[in-house]
């Protein structure tokens, strides 16, 4: 009798053994389970938010215009020419051809439609005609114009469309914002006329009392940045238009 207790307590034993053992095994096929459902969701959070993180870390607008290119002092910078500023609020037909005395134009008669004030960077399969373009330098825009060297120089041309992504963003609410992003990156085309011997793109600016240009040989945020703070957008004929 004493023997049959003594094994039945044995069985239990070893039953309940079992039956903590199982308890351990199913515990940690659970911690293992929620383990790897918590790794995986970081896995999947993690890819969804590499690319927001990386655009915020690379975006152009968060380096000075002095990341951009070269120095200024290496740009190869030509001496600012100072034009007539006439053609205020001289609107022309649209579709009429304009002889325009300087290449590029820094003022003029313009058609009545200047470009899109969202777009800062055009090719030239997209470029607006320059009697659109003049009416935007009429309302304080600084236009950078690139010609078919630099088109040509991908890692120039990457520069200036990083340095004109600086100035896109959402819609300004007042004049002050929108005086900020009055910048615009353009193509001058062959037909159009040439550039000084060895420079490869122009700034232009309409001020006041004048029209501004400058050359350049190399792309320069600095350089830009310069001559954009010297002719602001506010000193523009028309400063409050889009």
């Known amino acids: 009798m004493a023997k049959r ?34 790794l995986l969701s970081l896995v999947i959070i993690g890819a969804a938010a590499f690319v927001p993180v990386k655009n915020w870390i690379t975006n ?17 910078l030509s001496k600012i020419f100072n ?5 205020i609020n001289d609107h022309v037909d649209f579709g009429q051809s304009i002889d325009y005395k300087t290449t590029p134009p820094s003022s003029g008669p ?17 470029r607006p005609p320059l009697e659109t373009l003049v009416h935007n330098l009429e309302h304080g825009y600084t236009i950078v ?30 004049l002050e914002e929108y005086n900020t992003k009055k910048f615009l990156v353009a193509p001058w085309k062959r037909d159009e006329g040439k550039f000084p011997a060895g420079k490869h793109l122009a700034f232009t600016h309409w001020s ?26 506010s000193d523009a004929p028309e400063p409050q238009g889009a």
Do not use: C
């Open 208 to 233: 006041r009392t004048n029209g501004h240009r400058q050359y350049a040989e190399k792309v320069s945020g600095e350089a830009i940045e310069r001559f954009m703070k010297r002719f602001p957008a």
């Open 5 to 38: 207790r003594q094994a039945a307590a044995t069985r239990r034993e070893r039953v309940e053994q079992m039956r903590r053992e199982q308890q351990r095994a199913e515990r940690r096929r659970t911690a293992i389970i929620i383990s790897a459902a918590v």
């Open 110 to 126: 313009h058609w009545a439609q200047p470009a899109s004030f969202e777009r800062k960077f055009y090719t030239p399969q997209d």
């Open 83 to 87: 034009d007539s500023g006439a053609g």
């Open 145 to 174: 114009w690139y010609d078919e060297t630099i088109a040509k120089d991908s890692e120039q041309l990457q520069i200036l469309k990083d340095i004109a992504r600086r100035f896109e963003g959402r819609a300004p609410t007042n």
């Open 60 to 76: 152009p607008a968060r380096k000075p215009m002095s990341a951009f290119g070269v120095p200024a002092s290496e740009a190869g």
